[in-house]
């Protein structure tokens, strides 16, 4: 993406995060990735790269005239936390967790200190899983997220 809304895509990021300066490794983008509404759930798009003329590549599709949004970082573990709560109102007590998490996040919890809290929340869980560049949920590809397939037996 080389320009949002005429104006050098990296300048207005970087206003848009509040940032002092332009982001610049991976690390950078994870707090703030731009959300692409559809239907009434948005859809997290990572940033990949930033090159020196301001451009930016993500890891998946955003094409001109799409509106999109800045997320805001929030309590990774109180969101986690409720996410299984809600799993487990809906199916039950997973026998089986597969998740697949955006390396983004990972990236996310590293700089912030936060993998001590979530490690043992996935464990605790069952959860068993990979790191993504990005996942599918239903026919969408997201980016900054975690995805996961629970598995219980028949209530």
């Given at each position: ?136 949920f239903n026919t969408i590809h ?14």
């Open positions: 993406m080389h320009e949002i809304n005429g104006r050098n895509a990296l300048k207005v990021y970087t206003a848009a995060c509040r940032l002092r300066r332009g982001p610049h490794t991976a690390e950078d983008f994870a707090p703030y990735p731009l959300m692409m509404r559809i239907g009434d759930q948005y859809f997290a798009r990572g940033m990949q790269r930033v090159y020196e003329n301001g451009t930016i590549e993500f890891a998946c599709a955003m094409e001109p005239g799409l509106v999109v949004t800045v997320a805001r970082p929030a309590d990774m573990v109180s969101r986690l936390r409720e996410m299984f709560v809600n799993l487990r109102a809906t199916i039950g007590r997973p026998e089986l967790v597969i998740g697949f998490d955006c390396a983004a996040r990972t990236a996310y919890m590293e700089q912030r200190g936060l993998t001590a809290s979530i490690t043992p929340l996935l464990t605790s869980h069952g959860v068993v899983g990979f790191s993504t560049l990005g996942e599918q997201a980016n900054d997220s975690f995805t996961c397939l629970g598995i219980a037996a028949p209530r």
